[in-house]
C-alpha cells in the first residue's frame, strides 16, 4: 500500500470514447504528477500540480485534459484517443520539491 | 533540460552475485538523484536518494548508490542479490533549482534485473 490509489486497474477504450483516470492519495501531499510509461520508453511526465494549480504541461496533446479539484485528488480526462496513446498511467504525489515521489500502481489504458 | 541514460536494458545475474546496475545523467543545472525499483504489475518504489552530504546512500534491503559528479553518475550496487530482487530499476534526476515548487523527474529507459538461480 502506497497511499496512492489508481482507478480503474484496466481501461479498454475505442478511439471515439470520453473516460477519465482517477489518482488519490492519502499522504496529505501537496504535488501531484501524472506519467506515461510506454514499453521500451522512459517513462515521460505529463503534467504536475502544486497546491491544485497546474505548474509544468509537458507538451502533452490536448487530447488528454487533467484536473485537480483538491489536493488529494487528480483526474485525467481521456477523448478522441489514438492507438499510440495505449500505455500505463501512473500517478504519483510528493510533499513538494525535492521530496520523493510517492506511485500508485497505474492505470493499463488500452485504445482499439 | 536533463536526460538520463541507462546503458544496460537487461542485466542477469547469478543468485548470490554481486551486480552493478549503470546511470549517467547529463544536466546544465544541479539535480538530485533517485534509484525507483517496479515489480510486475506495480507502480514505482522509491529505492534510494541522494539530496546533499555523503556521495554513498544507501537502502535497506542492501542496495546503495554513489554519486560521482565529476563522472555525471549515480551507479547502483548490491554485494549479493537474491531472487526477490528481480525487477525493472529506474534511475531519475530532478533539478535542483525548481523554485520552491515540485518539479517532475526525468527518467532513464531502465534496467530489467534479472536473478538466476
Known amino acids: 500500500e502506497t497511499g496512492v490509489t489508481q482507478t480503474p486497474r484496466h481501461l479498454v477504450m475505442g478511439m471515439t470514447n470520453k473516460k477519465s483516470l482517477k489518482c488519490e492519495q492519502h499522504?496529505?501531499?501537496?504535488?501531484m504528477y501524472w506519467y506515461k510509461q510506454s514499453a521500451k520508453k522512459p517513462l515521460e511526465l505529463m503534467f504536475v500540480?502544486?497546491?491544485?494549480?497546474?505548474?509544468e504541461n509537458n507538451s502533452v496533446p490536448s487530447r488528454f485534459s487533467p484536473e485537480c479539484p483538491n489536493s488529494s485528488h487528480l483526474f485525467l480526462h481521456l477523448h478522441t484517443l489514438q492507438p499510440e496513446d495505449s500505455a500505463l498511467y501512473l500517478c504519483a504525489s510528493s510533499q513538494g520539491a525535492n521530496q520523493p515521489q510517492h506511485f500508485g500502481d497505474g492505470t493499463r489504458l488500452s485504445i482499439l | 533540460a536533463q536526460s538520463v541514460t541507462q546503458l544496460d536494458s537487461q542485466v542477469p545475474v547469478f543468485e548470490e552475485a554481486p551486480v552493478e546496475l549503470r546511470c549517467n545523467y547529463s544536466s546544465s543545472v544541479s539535480v538530485y538523484l533517485f534509484w525507483y525499483v517496479q515489480y510486475p504489475n506495480q507502480g514505482l518504489q522509491l529505492l534510494l536518494k541522494y539530496l546533499s552530504g555523503s556521495t554513498l546512500v544507501k537502502s535497506i534491503n542492501g542496495f546503495e548508490a554513489e554519486f560521482n559528479k565529476s563522472q555525471t553518475s549515480f551507479h547502483l550496487r548490491k554485494p549479493s542479490v537474491h531472487i526477490s530482487d528481480t525487477a525493472e530499476y529506474f534511475c531519475?534526476?530532478?533539478?535542483?533549482?525548481?523554485?520552491?515548487?515540485?518539479?517532475?523527474?526525468?527518467f532513464g529507459k531502465g534496467t530489467h534485473l534479472i536473478i538466476q538461480p
Open positions: 500540480y502544486n497546491f491544485k494549480e497546474q505548474t
Open positions: 499522504l496529505g501531499h501537496n504535488a
Open positions: 531519475a534526476v530532478e533539478s535542483a533549482d525548481s523554485g520552491g515548487g515540485a518539479d517532475g523527474l526525468t
